[in-house]
């Protein structure tokens, strides 16, 4: 490979373009980096939970394809518990665990002793499933304490996509305890420097102030592992990964790639891209930087797999962090190794040819196009779309957990609540994504108090008051629908029927057919495609396409009730006491408020205040529309609430055998938590009573 560099440089070159066009260049790589930095700020700003969460690994660092489908590296810091390597942190009221990393301990692990809460002292409770105590008298925090701890992270995050679930791709969710202090089996590293060395000192002193993470997993075959906690220096990787450029992170990608291809196949769970990683900043701290470059790829690549291959000979990865961490202790069995050290030879020895065979994101195929000057597509616009449609999911899953938190509050304790959380929210001096992130999610709170107020209003005095609509137009722009659809709704409850049109005409005209997404995380369901115009929007535009193309559910809690048409109030009443017992998880997070999918919502007020204004040919314009939505848009996630809309229209109509009929398609959409029954009922009984 090395004796034609000719050869090398055209292959180095082709490939780069190759990775380009499937999403591996700056742009999309900045754009992965701040959308998935963007969700985290998102979902940490409700500082009530008892988890900060943050994305590590390759969806954040922009090291990913398409093709390669990497899990979603989701750590949830649980902040109840402290972990401190030296008695001078200890926090009094707080319940402290001392980090012990001795000779009994394996490399990159510790030992949690438990600490007094009230005296730097070390704690005597008794043994049980979640302390040991040595011979000592030392207590331990087991790491088996992690299985009790998650049982609460369902409240961190019903939205959070898992296993399997259609659109998402996988979450690998970690609970682990934060350290604020360095490692010290990590010390070495930051005094490690050579002259041009990577990483730089700067970067290293960044480093050192992130402190790192305890993860309760213990070393695989230690006879302490239920008592050991990986360390994890999570924080320090990432900010490695960002110092790294556009070649290296090729480089690491190409691996990763080889891995999913060659490898993973045939030997499951053996190398990890962790193991790939740790092999390419090795590489890139003994090498000069100038190698680094795109017309050098395939060389690079090259000089990493050759690292790789020798650390399987060796059956030693040392962690780039805390070399006496062995990544590959007891992964590699001897009945495997001669086989994936085959694999890598022959890729190696093929000079860039065994690329060729790649299936993964088409990469050989299109290498053969690049050769022979033909053009492929470039996936930018898909990865762009399905970064800002998570982005949307994001605020919608923090909204369904503040809902959460208020549906069994007072309107006047609602009130206090979210006053509460704005002014933080406004008086905080967020910078950066943090700051973007409160812009994003203010306007959502604003509409939500707006709202509360206007029902406490219509409930006292039948109007709404300045105040209500003055915060109500603070979120006007959250997205293209859902919060002028309270506006709408509340205006129509006070019989403002031409201010209601006004609004109504508005969403109208901008809720393009061809471009809007409908967003519902509510529950799993069924999805299509996504609009084209939605991928080409996304293209050309970070976070605040979401104002222009989504819409998400209209969501209306028991306080806001009398904001709501009588209805869609059913919907708040949709449970019998068994109907409770089939709820899933997820469910309980909604099933007790009126949620509509904004388009359906939107043709059926147009059809209330146009019935009312006597506008007889709108009024069927959009029992029309209501219908057609119904029947031919593929995301809706409140289809059964629509349908049953469109029956109380049908009702009003005069049409009970219409009406009947999409009650029973509602409940053949949501057999149990579906207040088609309680229309059904109420169908029946006037029709009976006026035969009678």
């Not at 780039?320 to 495997?336: D, E, S």
């Amino acid at each position: 490979m090395y004796q034609v560099p000719n050869y090398t440089e055209t292959v180095s070159m082709r490939l780069s373009e190759v990775l380009a066009d499937i999403g591996v260049d700056e742009r999309i790589i900045l754009k992965r980096r701040r959308t998935w930095l963007l969700r985290e700020s998102i979902e940490n700003i409700n500082d009530q939970l008892n988890f900060i969460a943050y994305y590590f690994g390759s969806q954040s660092e922009g090291t990913t394809t398409i093709g390669i489908h990497s899990d979603t590296d989701h750590l949830l810091w649980y902040k109840n518990l402290s972990v401190i390597q030296d008695w001078i942190d200890w926090i009094p009221g707080v319940s402290n665990h001392l980090m012990i990393q001795d000779n009994s301990v394996s490399p990159g692990y510790c030992f949690l002793q438990c600490l007094r809460s009230d005296a730097p002292l070390p704690a005597d409770n008794e043994s049980n499933k979640i302390f040991f105590k040595d011979r000592t008298g030392k207590l331990f925090l087991k790491n088996s304490i992690i299985s009790f701890l998650t049982v609460g992270t369902e409240t961190h995050g019903p939205a959070r996509a898992e296993q399997g679930q259609q659109g998402f791709s996988d979450v690998d969710r970690v609970l682990a305890l934060h350290c604020t202090t360095w490692p010290q089996q990590a010390r070495q590293w930051l005094d490690q420097q050579g002259e041009d060395q990577w990483p730089s000192a700067e970067m290293k002193q960044y480093c050192s102030r992130t402190g790192c993470f305890v993860v309760g997993v213990g070393c695989r075959g230690s006879e302490h592992e239920q008592l050991e906690w990986r360390i994890s220096t999570s924080f320090a990787e990432r900010c490695l990964m960002f110092n790294l450029n556009i070649s290296q992170i090729r480089c690491y990608v190409l691996m990763k790639i080889i891995l999913k291809t060659f490898i993973n196949p045939l030997f499951k769970d053996v190398i990890s891209s962790f193991m790939c990683k740790t092999v390419l900043f090795n590489c890139i701290s003994n090498t000069h930087s100038n190698i680094w470059r795109e017309n050098n790829l395939l060389s690079c690549l090259s000089l990493c797999l050759y690292l790789l291959y020798n650390n399987i000979i060796n059956e030693n990865c040392p962690h780039f962090i805390i070399p006496g961490n062995n990544l590959m202790r007891g992964k590699i069995l001897p009945a495997v190794k001669p086989y994936i050290l085959e694999i890598l030879n022959n890729i190696i020895d093929s000079e860039g040819l065994a690329l060729l065979w790649i299936k993964c994101d088409d990469l050989g195929s299109r290498l053969h196009l690049k050769f022979s000057n033909l053009c492929a597509i470039k996936k930018g616009d898909i990865i762009s779309e399905t970064l800002l449609y998570n982005l949307a999911i994001s605020i919608s899953g923090t909204l369904i957990e503040t809902y959460y938190h208020l549906k069994d509050r007072s309107p006047n304790e609602a009130v206090e609540i979210l006053k509460n959380f704005i002014s933080k929210a406004f008086n905080s001096q967020y910078e950066g994504l943090d700051k973007t992130a409160s812009h994003l999610l203010l306007p959502w709170y604003c509409t939500i108090l707006g709202s509360v107020l206007a029902s406490l209003n219509i409930y006292h005095y039948n109007i709404v008051s300045a105040d209500a609509l003055k915060l109500i137009s603070l979120g006007m722009n959250t997205d293209v629908a859902s919060s002028k659809l309270k506006l709408a709704s509340i205006l129509y409850c006070v019989q403002e029927l031409q201010k209601a049109d006004l609004v109504l005409s508005e969403i109208e005209r901008r809720y393009d057919l061809q471009i809007v997404e409908p967003i519902c995380i509510c529950h799993e369901f069924k999805r299509g495609p996504r609009r084209q115009g939605f991928f080409e929007l996304c293209d050309n535009h970070n976070e605040d396409v979401i104002q222009y193309a989504t819409a998400s559910c209209v969501t209306f809690l028991p306080c806001e009730i009398h904001c709501v048409p009588i209805e869609l109030r059913y919907e708040m009443y949709r449970s019998t006491q068994e109907d409770r017992m089939f709820r899933t998880f997820q469910e309980n997070f909604w099933m007790d408020y009126a949620v509509v999918d904004s388009l359906p919502y939107l043709y059926f007020l147009q059809y209330k205040v146009y019935s009312h204004l006597g506008r007889h040919d709108r009024k069927q314009a959009a029992l029309f529309k209501l219908t057609r939505t119904i029947t031919v848009e593929p995301n809706l996630g409140h289809r059964e609430t629509a349908l049953n809309l469109l029956g109380k229209c049908m009702e009003q109509e005069g049409r009970a055998g219409d009406a009947l009929q999409c009650y029973l398609m509602s409940l053949s959409i949501r057999g149990r938590n579906n207040a088609a029954k309680i229309h059904i009922n109420t169908l029946l009984s006037v029709l009976i009573n006026a035969r009678t």
